[in-house]
Every structure is written in structure tokens, then in C-alpha cells.
């Protein structure tokens, strides 16, 4: 049901002319063309060689302050051997592929004849995680002062003990990812800081000192998991009913006071469904609509909030993926290189920009010139 879409035709860069002299099949001459068809075939010819590029650097000594001083130049970084595309390359092979350390030092050597080590590669790796900490520390700023953020976190092993991967995801398309050992609220508040919007997010405690949106589709899961009896039916049905209401009210956008007023409403009626399905076959769901009163109509009040985490789980499917690929993180340095790079293609990803040109920015700026 979708419209079709038929790539843009490409202009040639060279022309190619087919022709025959005589029929395969019989031998005989076959004369002028009766028509001539165009085809364009698009290719990456080989060969995809490296570039060997030596720089000669002046060094200098200040006769003023006694500083040494270098020449600059985009194309070399001051630190290591690889160049500026090639640590690109590798780190798109690892990140956006997710290929395995060993799997991109085959496939550089298959496609470019270049040979390097594991711990070669990882070691350029590092590198650019170092070029990424300054543009991270602006994200965590970018995250401070944003409106409101959907936040998860998932289990992640280092060095095969439990540690934990959060995610903090604002409108804007800011995507944070954070490795630590806990999975406490002293997480949130390092990220967060004194955050004075709104986090979206399930029913964990850790998110309870600010001000939140409890995610609905997480409510959902619950009350449809405890639909075995006929209280639990109707418990079901009702919050089903409400989330439906829920959606209608924000697809109208009404205003601000007509959305304060459908809030204090919505938020006595959650109340008194509470009450209302007071039993033991709805305990469970009961006491979790009752934890989170008072915060599941938040979204009411902030136009464009979703009333879902759903796009913090977005933002967490990667990641789910890359932990059955990897099992472990080796080393903790390698858990917080993984996410600088992470988060900074994440975050170009989800705003429109194409990671390969603005990493080859980042690293000439950050490892070539500064």
C-alpha cells in the first residue's frame, strides 16, 4: 500500500557505446542498428586502495613563552598511524555493521589489501571515542536543558559482571547512552542533573525525583497480562478505553487550559478506577495504575509529549543487539569508549546527518587540529 519511489537517474561519467558486426548466431553482417537502447549501471570499482601520505612537520620553539609548536595539517592526526577515512571506515565497520574487532580487520584486508592487528583496530577505536568525549559532554548539556526525555536502561555486562546501559532521548533527537554498575536513581540525577523537565519512562523507582510521564504501553503489557478473571477483563478493557480517550484529546491538540482541566478530570477517574477493581485478582495491576497516579496524564499538559517509552526502546534496540553480538565488554574503558561513539551516531542518525561526513568532521577537528 505503500507509493512507490524510483531512484534519481544518475548522470554517466563515461559513456560506453555497444555494438556488433556480425549476427552470433549466423555470421552474417547485421548493417546499421535498428535502435539503440541505454542502460546506466552504477559500480565501486577497484581498486579501493590505502594512500600512503608522509608528513613532514616543522617543530618550533616560542622564543616568547618557550612553548613547542607544530605544524597542523586536516589530513594527519597528532596521534597514531591511521588516517582520517580509514578510522571512519573502521568505526562504521564496527558501529553501524556491528561487525565483530576481528571481522573488520579481515574485511579491511580482503577489501584494501591493508593489514593491521585486532588491538590495531581497537586501538583506533579508542582514538575516536577520545575525539567523541567533548561532542558527549555537550549532549549530557543538550539533555539538561531539554523540555522532556524518554529514558530505559537494560542489562550490560563488562568484564562478564552486571552492569547496566541507560538511554536518555530527547524530542529534539539527542540520544545519550550511559554504562554504569548501578541501576539506581543516582544515575538519572548524575545525567540529569537539577532537571526541570519531564522524564518519560516505566514504573522504575529510579526516575521517581522528577517529574514524570509513566509510559502507557508499559500499562498495557500489565493490565493484559492479568486479564485471566472477569475483574481482570474488565480492569483491561477500561484502561484500554482510557489510553484510547487519551490518544483522541491529543490528536485534537486543544489548549493549555482545556488540556489542565481534562487532567485533573482524567486523574480523579484514575483514582477511582483504583478503587473500583479493588479485589485480589487485580492486586497486581491495581497497584501498579496506583504507583503512578497523578503521573499518567503528564503528557497533557506538554503538547508533542508521547504518552509511551516506546521511543526510548527505539533508541535501546541497537544496543540489545550489539550485547548478543559482543556478550561482554573486555575491559570498563571499553564500556565508556562504546558509548561516546555510540551516542555521538546515534544522535546524528535520528537528526537527518550522515554519520561518515560528520564523524570525518569530528576527527579532523578534534585529533588533526586542535
Known sequence: GHRGATRKRMEPD???????????????????????????????????????????????????????????????????????YLLVYITMLKYHLRGPVRKVRDFLYYDTTFEISPKGVMDGLLRVGDACKNGYEDL?????????????????????????????????????????????????????GEYNGVVIADGWRAYNGFTLQRCWAHLLRVVDDCDASAEGKRLSADIHLKFDELKEILGKDPPIE??????????????ELVERYDCKETEKPRTYIKNGLGRWYTCLLYPGMEPTNNLGEQAMREHVIMRKIIGTFRSENGSANYQYIASMLATWKLQGKNPFEELESLLRRELCLK
Open 14 to 84: 563515461e559513456v560506453i557505446h555497444l555494438s556488433m558486426g556480425q549476427c552470433p548466431h549466423c555470421n552474417h553482417d547485421l548493417g546499421e542498428p535498428i535502435k539503440t537502447e541505454t542502460k546506466l549501471i552504477e559500480d565501486l570499482p577497484p581498486p579501493r586502495k590505502i594512500k600512503v601520505t608522509q608528513f613532514d612537520t616543522d617543530v618550533y620553539r616560542c622564543p616568547n613563552c618557550g612553548a613547542e609548536v607544530r605544524g597542523k595539517h586536516e589530513d594527519c592526526p597528532q596521534v597514531g598511524t591511521l588516517g582520517v
Open 140 to 192: 549530557i548539556q543538550r539533555i539538561r536543558r531539554s523540555r522532556w526525555v524518554y529514558a530505559d536502561e537494560t542489562g550490560m555486562k563488562v568484564n562478564g559482571e552486571r552492569w547496566w546501559l541507560w538511554i536518555f532521548r530527547t524530542d529534539n533527537g539527542d540520544v545519550l547512552t550511559v554504562i554504569r554498575r548501578s541501576r539506581g536513581k543516582d544515575v538519572p540525577q548524575e545525567i540529569l
Open 258 to 271: 482545556e488540556r489542565e482541566q481534562m487532567k485533573a478530570r482524567l486523574d480523579r477517574e484514575m483514582e
